[in-house]
Nanobody
């Protein structure tokens, strides 16, 4: 059974950095599109970043230049490195895989498998 487990969330001050990790089981990260989403209270789930099996990256405009997605094939893990964090980045962050949406729409929440999430809180 496909399983995704996120870690690395926490509370930081604005301008700080965090690195989120997602470990995958029962499938191979490098052969699948992997993505990070976030959801703040009362808001829709938002695609943050995705890395496709061929290495193609999709990054949301709201985090471009501040967030980076990467993967470690040997460890079967995906990371989201976040710099220059802002209070508006506060949300639950989710790892996802099993893309089933339209081509080129990797930041749409059309994924079959989701982790439980890790909370990121940024204070001003």
């Amino acid at each position: 059974q496909v399983q995704l487990v996120e870690s690395g969330g926490g509370s930081v001050q604005a301008g700080g950095s965090l690195r989120l990790s997602c470990v995958a089981s029962e499938f191979t990260v490098m052969r699948n599109c992997m993505a990070w989403f976030r959801q703040a209270p009362g808001k829709a789930r938002e695609g943050v970043a995705a890395i496709d099996s061929d290495g193609t990256l999709s990054i949301a405009d709201s985090v471009k230049g501040r967030f980076t997605i990467s993967r470690d094939n040997a460890k079967n893990m995906v990371y989201l490195q976040m710099h220059s964090l802002k209070p508006e980045d506060t949300a639950m962050y989710y790892c996802a895989t099993g893309f089933r949406g339209a081509p080129g729409a990797r930041l749409d929440p059309a994924y079959a498998y989701w982790g439980q999430g890790t909370q990121v809180t940024v204070s001003s």
